[in-house]
């Protein structure tokens, strides 16, 4: 009841539901922690911290036993899919005694530190944690790699990456994640050897790496071969948005601007399955001259996967045409600093809209060295 009146906006409610459930059963832990955390938000902090320690007392204050409760509930939230309940346990537990938590389920730290968004530091460091102790190996080093490559550290991430291809190479998200880092170093050969094998396999992942596929062609200059590959993913699977939003984009590379607008009119822009293309329209925008309307589309955060750069380095182009250049070097130097190996690609896929963006580029990559 407590998660269903949060998720309607009744947070007083909520708070009652949470307490109702803490005061009937107080060892179920999730319930303690989303108590505790909508009453810090309430700005009520000496209710919260009496909260969380009374429900924590129940192993008589041995952190041990308490940490393996907690990731054994985090266990049992997972499988009920509630993601952000198990990732509160698993972090909590790791906060009480982080070698009891690690050793007690470590596969389980490991899969759901693959769950934490933009904290990549900390999702490395609960596979560190749980290293020692970690069964599927192939997960653990999977896991390191992807959250190694978006802390910009591709050597390290390679390595990871290609241990786990070594130990599973019917396991198909390291190959995909190899597409990327052999993507980002224009190795087009390799990247698309490591995207046609999962294109092939029936893995989820399939679609996204024949839209990446494409993605790849398309930085190779391969205009045709580009559309043929979004045109593959779209006969397969017709309901896959991305398919035309990145078809759109090889359009907007060929210079067709009526069939890239086409292709990204709509709510495709603002559907949350692919509002984070919305950065292909604010290069269509920029295309059009109009910068202002750019805006709207390059948030200046991080972007998808695919382009994690984009949002940043679109926003500086459209600010300098607006004439703020200091905000625009700004965020050039965000995407040198935290996106370094994505620059050179996203500059590729910008084409001439970013040649612009070069003497700000050179002052951030001198300003690194």
Same mark, same amino acid.
Do not use: H, T, V, Y
């Given at each position: 009841m407590g998660v269903a009146l949060e998720a309607a906006g009744d947070r007083d409610a909520a708070v009652m539901a949470f307490e109702r459930a803490v005061a009937v059963a107080p060892g179920r832990y999730a319930s303690v922690l989303r108590l505790n955390r909508l009453l810090r938000d309430a700005g009520d902090p000496e209710r919260a911290r009496s909260v969380l320690a009374h429900g924590m007392s129940a192993h008589g204050g041995d952190p041990d036993a308490l940490a393996r409760a907690l990731v054994e509930e985090a266990e049992a939230a997972r499988d009920d899919g509630m993601t952000d309940d198990a990732l509160a346990l698993v972090a909590h537990a790791l906060a009480v005694c982080p070698r009891a938590a690690a050793a007690h389920l470590p596969d389980l730290v490991v899969e759901l530190a693959g769950q934490i968004r933009d904290r990549h530091e900390e999702a490395l460091r609960w596979c560190d944690l749980a290293a020692p102790h970690a069964q599927d190996r192939y997960g653990l080093h999977h896991q390191?790699?992807?959250?190694?490559?978006?802390?910009? #550290?591709?050597?390290? *991430? #390679?390595?990871?990456? *290609?241990?786990s291809v070594v130990l599973a190479p019917d396991r198909m998200p390291s190959w995909y994640v190899l597409g990327q880092y052999h993507r980002l170093r224009f190795e087009t050969g390799a990247a698309l050897a490591a995207y046609r094998r999962v294109w092939e396999s029936g893995h989820d992942l399939r679609w996204w790496a024949g839209l990446m596929i494409a993605q790849t062609l398309l930085s190779d200059g391969r205009l045709h071969e580009a559309m043929a590959a979004c045109d593959a993913v779209r006969l397969r699977n017709p309901d896959m948005g991305w398919a035309r939003m990145i078809g759109g984009l090889v359009q907007l590379h060929a210079g067709d601007l009526d069939a890239a607008a086409r292709a990204f009119d709509g709510d495709r822009p603002n559907d949350p399955d692919t509002a984070k293309g919305r950065v292909f329209r604010g290069m269509l925008r920029l295309a059009w001259n109009r910068p202002q309307e750019a805006l709207e589309d390059f948030d200046g955060g991080r972007g998808d996967f695919a382009c994690l750069a984009l949002p940043r380095l679109g926003r500086a182009r459209a600010l300098l045409e607006l004439g703020d250049a200091e905000e625009a070097r700004r965020l050039v130097g965000a995407a040198v600093r935290d996106e370094g190996q994505w620059v050179a690609a996203t500059l590729r896929l910008l084409g001439p809209l970013g040649q612009a963006l070069g003497p700000l580029l050179a002052a951030g990559l001198g300003g690194r060295n």
């Open positions: 390191r790699g992807f959250s190694l490559l978006l802390l910009n #550290r591709p050597a390290d *991430a #390679r390595r990871e990456l *290609a241990a």
